[in-house]
């Protein structure tokens, strides 16, 4: 990306690719950890390693905007042999 505006709009689709691999083989999880800022448009969600949260969208100024939530939402990720 040019710049970090960039960069941040640029991790919603790896999110939401992320997001619903996660959702589809939860096995995967581990300690990863969904969470959901109200105040992104477009795809809002991110994943990160349980503990404190760290909002990658709004910058240091909002780190702490959003709450945990559930994986659903993401790209349907086929399993193999699914049709």
């Given at each position: 990306?040019?710049?970090?505006?960039?960069?941040?709009?640029?991790?919603q689709p790896v999110s939401?690719?992320?997001?619903?691999?996660l959702d589809a083989a939860p096995a995967l999880?581990?300690?990863?950890?969904?969470?959901?800022c109200p105040m992104v448009q477009g795809f809002p969600k991110w994943v990160q390693r349980d503990g404190p949260m760290?909002?990658?969208y709004m910058g240091t100024a909002m780190l702490q905007c959003g709450s945990s939530t559930d994986f659903?939402?993401?790209l349907h990720?086929?399993?193999?042999?699914e049709g």
């Open positions: 990306a040019k710049d970090l505006p960039a960069a941040r709009l640029a991790l939401e690719a992320l997001v619903g691999l999880r581990g300690d990863l950890v969904a969470y959901r760290h909002n990658p659903s939402g993401g990720v086929h399993a193999e042999g």
